[in-house]
């Protein structure tokens, strides 16, 4: 089973994608399994949760914490912004979720490999589509170097971007527990494409323009 484990709606200020455009193009894609994870906000897990195309969601959110990015995987509220590593952490367990350092090595919202390695994460985004090659690189041998469970997805912010990055999982899962269940035993093998120069040069000026706009604020 396929599952893309990053994915951004439009309930995300930077994302296009209606939460049913991301099923639609999860069942386009082969897509199984999908965790939207929009930027410090939870509602569209409540709009696909029950869709009747076959797509098992988990509930997720990607949070900004004050030195970076985190995944929050299989919680059970919103998690707010602009705590420290340490206090999203725990926010994320109180929520009974498991916290993933996300693109541990991304310049901007990266948590960095000293973050990463010096925090008790639950898991490693080992890949995201939305990084460059070496980032890729360099976040795969982090997280086989500390063990950790791996992570990942397509950090797709539109619907044609959904499934380029997914973690492959066991075949048989029924429910998002499962899933989380499975990602946590390490029974997931990442698989992603990654940013090319133009894409990331594209993403780099976008970057600092929104961060211009939000007041320097971190997404």
Same mark, same amino acid.
């Given at each position: 089973?396929?599952?893309?484990?990053?994915?951004?709606?439009?309930?995300?200020?930077?994302? $296009?994608?209606?939460?049913?455009? $991301?099923?639609?193009?999860?069942?386009?894609?082969?897509?199984?399994?999908?965790?939207?994870?929009?930027?410090?906000?939870?509602?569209?897990?409540?709009?696909?949760?029950?869709?009747? =195309?076959?797509?098992?969601?988990?509930?997720?959110?990607?949070?900004?914490? #004050?030195?970076?990015?985190? %995944?929050?995987?299989?919680?059970?509220?919103?998690?707010?912004?602009?705590?420290?590593?340490?206090?999203?952490?725990?926010?994320?367990?109180?929520?009974?979720?498991?916290?993933?350092?996300?693109?541990?090595?991304?310049?901007?919202?990266?948590?960095?490999?000293?973050?990463?390695?010096?925090?008790?994460?639950?898991?490693?985004?080992?890949?995201?589509?939305? !990084?460059?090659?070496?980032?890729?690189?360099? !976040?795969?041998?982090?997280?086989? #170097?500390?063990? =950790?469970?791996?992570?990942?997805? !397509?950090?797709?912010?539109?619907?044609? =971007?959904?499934?380029?990055?997914? *973690?492959?999982?066991?075949?048989?899962?029924?429910?998002?527990?499962? %899933?989380?269940?499975? $990602?946590?035993?390490? #029974?997931?093998?990442?698989?992603?494409?990654?940013?090319?120069?133009?894409?990331? *040069?594209?993403?780099?000026?976008? !970057?600092?323009?929104?961060?211009?706009?939000?007041?320097?604020? =971190?997404?």
């Amino acid at each position: 089973m396929k599952a893309d484990l990053h994915v951004h709606t439009c309930y995300s200020n930077d994302g $296009v994608s209606t939460p049913e455009q $991301v099923i639609e193009a999860c069942v386009a894609g082969g897509i199984d399994i999908v965790a939207v994870t929009d930027h410090n906000e939870f509602k569209a897990y409540f709009d696909i949760k029950d869709n009747d =195309r076959g797509i098992i969601v988990v509930p997720a959110e990607e949070v900004s914490s #004050k030195e970076g990015h985190i %995944v929050a995987l299989g919680i059970d509220r919103h998690i707010e912004r602009d705590m420290s590593i340490q206090e999203t952490i725990d926010a994320i367990h109180e929520a009974g979720g498991y916290a993933i350092a996300a693109h541990p090595y991304r310049w901007w919202s990266g948590l960095g490999p000293k973050n990463t390695i010096n925090h008790e994460f639950d898991g490693t985004e080992a890949m995201n589509a939305r !990084s460059i090659p070496s980032a890729n690189r360099k !976040s795969y041998r982090l997280a086989r #170097k500390l063990g =950790r469970p791996m992570s990942a997805g !397509s950090d797709a912010h539109s619907p044609e =971007r959904i499934g380029w990055g997914y *973690l492959e999982l066991p075949d048989g899962l029924k429910t998002w527990q499962d %899933v989380v269940q499975a $990602v946590m035993e390490g #029974k997931g093998v990442p698989h992603s494409k990654s940013r090319g120069f133009l894409r990331t *040069l594209r993403y780099g000026i976008k !970057s600092i323009g929104q961060w211009m706009f939000r007041g320097f604020r =971190r997404m």
